[in-house]
């Protein structure tokens, strides 16, 4: 399995990097990507062909993906919701047989100076959904690390609230990825993952406004 897996990885790679150059450059990119078969994960970038429609910031795919014969998956980022955040909402529906689906939501050239993001995300499942939240300063698509994970445990219902460091540092991109598995046909998952900054804590911005000002005022005495 994890030699088909970098076989399929190398081909999401190549898939990629084949596109036209219009599209190469654009920055909010979905992927979906049946385990079970050999094919090319299906590739949506915003605004194009097979992007449903919606403002700029917005994705959304509804077809079959391998084994899966329903997806509907949505994602939305700048320039509708900010700052630096993204969501991804997404319904699966098995076939005939079981299945594993990958679902990539990826934006780059988010701007801010952060130092923490938060993961929310909830759903429902007769299989299992597992989640992963990436952080890249280097800014590249599907890039960087994980600042935090979680999974359903099983079937039903689920949700979690998860807070990680992330290495700060601008411009940057954000990456959700979940893995849907399916063991018998005719199972559904559907859920929602956001990510979101952590603010920094109005405590400090008064802190540091006071030193400002103390700063100020010994300026002013030190010319009297």
Do not use: C
Not at 63 to 91: W, Y
Not at 133 to 154: I, P, R
Not at 187 to 196: E, L, Y
């Amino acid at each position: 399995m994890d030699i088909f897996n970098n076989v399929k990885g190398a081909g999401l790679a190549l898939a990629l990097a084949a596109l036209p150059v219009a599209q190469a450059q654009a920055a909010f990119v979905m992927t979906l990507d049946d385990l079970g078969d050999a094919a090319t994960p299906t590739i949506i970038y915003d605004g194009s062909g097979s992007d449903l429609g919606g403002p700029a910031g917005v994705i959304t795919y509804s077809g079959a993906v391998g084994s899966f014969m329903v997806n509907v998956t949505t994602g939305v980022s700048k320039p509708v919701i900010g700052p630096a955040r993204m969501d991804l909402n997404s319904i699966n529906v098995s076939g005939s047989s079981a299945g594993t689906l990958v679902v990539s939501l990826t934006d780059t050239d988010f701007s801010g100076d952060y130092s923490a993001y938060t993961a929310d995300f909830g759903g429902t499942t007769d299989g299992s959904v597992a989640l992963d939240f990436l952080f890249d300063s280097g800014n590249s698509e599907f890039g960087g690390s994980s600042f935090a994970s979680g999974s359903s445990a099983g079937s039903g219902a689920f949700s979690d609230s998860l807070t990680g460091a992330v290495a700060g540092g601008e411009p940057f991109s954000l990456t959700i990825t979940a893995t849907i598995e399916h063991d018998e046909a005719s199972q559904i998952s559907s859920f929602d993952a956001v990510v979101a900054p952590v603010p920094v804590p109005a405590a400090f911005w008064l802190f540091g406004s006071a030193l400002a000002g103390f700063a100020a005022f010994r300026r002013r005495q030190q010319r009297a």
